[in-house]
C-alpha cells in the first residue's frame, strides 16, 4: 500500500507502526526502511526484506537529540557535534543505555543514531519518537531517492510513505568519537573537513 505524506497519510503510518508493521519513507539523504525499534519481530522483517545479516546493526532515527539522549550516552564532543549537525545528515555511534533495545536490536553496547532533517519523518518520529531507520534497498545494492524506483524494488512491506524525489546525492555520514577523535566509519553527506571545521 503506497500513500501520500500528508496529514492522513502520516496517520497511516503511525497505525502500521503501532501494529508492529514495517514502513518505507522518505528522508533528507534518502529512502529509508522502518519500523518499531523495540519490536524484535519487525526488526527481524527488516532484515528479512533488506536480505541483510542480522550481524549488521541497524541505525535507530531520534525525534530530537534530548529524545536521544533518553536511549544513549552523550560525551561533550558528542553533544557539540550533534548541535552542529543535527537535524541532519549525521549517524553518530554511542554506547546505548536502554536494555531494551539491546534485546530488539541485538546491539551489545553501541548504537548509531540520528535525527533527519525531513518533516514528513520528523511528524512520523514526533509520535513514535524512535524508529529504526535504515536505507530502503537490497543489502550492498544502490540507495533510492526516487519513490517509484524503490516501491518496484523491495516486497514484504506494510506501508510506503511517498515523499516525493529525495534531492540528495548521498546517504548520512557515520561517525564515532574516539579518544576525542572523531572517526569516519562511512563518508556520505558530511566529508571529514566539515566535521572537524565545526
Not at 78 to 90: A, E, N, Q
Not at 134 to 157: E, R
Request: with cysteine.
Amino acid at each position: 500500500m503506497k500513500v501520500i505524506c500528508d496529514e492522513k497519510g502520516i496517520q497511516k503510518a503511525i497505525n502500521v507502526i503501532k501494529k508492529g508493521g514495517v514502513l518505507i519513507f522518505p528522508t533528507d539523504t534518502v529512502y529509508g526502511i522502518g519500523c518499531d525499534p523495540y519490536n524484535k519481530e519487525a526488526v527481524e522483517k527488516i532484515y528479512e526484506i533488506k536480505s541483510r545479516e542480522n550481524t549488521k546493526f541497524l541505525p535507530v532515527l531520534a525525534y530530537s537529540k534530548d529524545v536521544a539522549e533518553q536511549i544513549a550516552f552523550f560525551d561533550e564532543m558528542s553533544k557539540k557535534i550533534t548541535d552542529k549537525f543535527w537535524p541532519g545528515p549525521l549517524t553518530i555511534i554511542l554506547k546505548v543505555r536502554d536494555d531494551k533495545l539491546k534485546k530488539s536490536l541485538n546491539i551489545k553496547d553501541k548504537i548509531a543514531l540520528r535525527v533527519p532533517d525531513h518533516e514528513c519523518t520528523l511528524a512520523l518520529l514526533k509520535e513514535s519518537k524512535f524508529l529504526v531507520g535504515t536505507s530502503a534497498n537490497i543489502s550492498g545494492q544502490a540507495s533510492f531517492t526516487n519513490p517509484d524506483k524503490c516501491s518496484k524494488d523491495l516486497k514484504n512491506y506494510d506501508l510506503f510513505l511517498d515523499g516525493g524525489k529525495i534531492n540528495s546525492k548521498m546517504e548520512s555520514t557515520i561517525i564515532e568519537i574516539e579518544n576525542k577523535k572523531i572517526k569516519i566509519i562511512r563518508e556520505g553527506s558530511l566529508n571529514e573537513e566539515e566535521l572537524i571545521r565545526n
